[in-house]
């Protein structure tokens, strides 16, 4: 009879040692998913790329880790490794946010370095295109790069209003993009003008 009495008893213990036990860290959960939904409106994503992934990865683990326990019975469910997983993902995400504004002062300095290199480029390519031979077999090629250069100019244009609406990296990219086609068309024309010279001596 004390056997009976006791079994709903202990079946109660086991019950709530058991709802206890397998409970996923949800709390953790949030505070890691507001920690990276607050860094990308900081825009770590694109400022403070490194460490924002880092946090994104550590979240994305810990989701993987937590659908893994929560697959097992659920005596035999640990979200310790979990836990850890989304502490990481809140601290490299709030660190990542922390980090923006240095990163995008230094990418904005970049930037107007990059924009102001790539305007000269531009000027010193006009110059050398004023300077090119203009034969007849010269003609197609000088009309193709004066276009080329034109889009130079565009993108150039195009970064510096990146730059003025705030958008750093933007400006960043599109000005190192300019930069490098716009000394590439130097260094076309500079052969043609070399060659031609070759030829008249």
Same mark, same amino acid.
């Given at each position: 009879?004390?056997?009976? %009495?006791?079994?709903?008893?202990?079946?109660?213990?086991?019950? !709530?040692?058991?709802?206890?036990?397998?409970?996923?860290?949800?709390?953790?959960?949030?505070? !890691?998913?507001?920690?990276?939904?607050?860094? %990308?409106?900081?825009?770590?994503?694109?400022? =403070?790329?490194?460490?924002?992934?880092?946090?994104?990865?550590?979240?994305?683990?810990?989701? !993987?880790?937590?659908?893994?326990?929560?697959?097992?019975?659920?005596?035999?469910?640990?979200?310790?490794?979990?836990?850890?997983?989304? +502490?990481? =993902?809140?601290?490299?995400?709030?660190?990542?946010?922390?980090?923006?504004?240095?990163?995008?002062?230094?990418?904005?300095?970049?930037?107007?370095?990059?924009?102001?290199?790539?305007?000269?480029?531009?000027?010193?390519?006009? %110059?050398?295109?004023? %300077?090119?031979?203009?034969? +007849?077999?010269?003609? =197609?090629?000088?009309?193709?790069?004066?276009?080329?250069?034109?889009?130079?100019?565009?993108?150039?244009?195009? =970064?510096?209003?990146?730059?003025?609406?705030?958008?750093?990296?933007?400006?960043?990219?599109?000005? +190192?993009?300019?930069?490098?086609?716009?000394?590439?068309?130097?260094?076309?024309?500079?052969?043609?003008?070399?060659?031609?010279?070759?030829?008249?001596?």
């Amino acid at each position: 009879m004390r056997t009976k %009495k006791l079994l709903p008893l202990v079946v109660l213990c086991l019950l !709530a040692l058991v709802m206890g036990c397998a409970k996923a860290p949800q709390q953790e959960i949030d505070a !890691a998913k507001a920690a990276l939904e607050a860094a %990308k409106a900081a825009e770590a994503d694109r400022y =403070a790329a490194e460490q924002f992934n880092a946090a994104q990865d550590s979240l994305d683990a810990a989701m !993987a880790e937590i659908d893994q326990q929560n697959a097992k019975f659920a005596l035999t469910r640990n979200y310790g490794r979990a836990s850890q997983l989304l +502490k990481a =993902a809140t601290d490299a995400a709030n660190a990542a946010a922390a980090a923006v504004a240095a990163n995008k002062e230094m990418v904005k300095n970049e930037a107007t370095g990059l924009i102001s290199q790539a305007q000269s480029a531009v000027a010193d390519a006009k %110059k050398l295109l004023a %300077k090119a031979p203009k034969g +007849k077999e010269g003609k =197609a090629a000088l009309e193709a790069i004066s276009a080329e250069l034109s889009a130079v100019e565009t993108s150039v244009s195009e =970064a510096s209003a990146a730059l003025t609406s705030g958008d750093f990296a933007a400006a960043r990219d599109k000005a +190192k993009a300019a930069l490098d086609k716009a000394n590439s068309l130097k260094d076309e024309l500079q052969q043609a003008i070399s060659k031609k010279q070759m030829l008249t001596r």
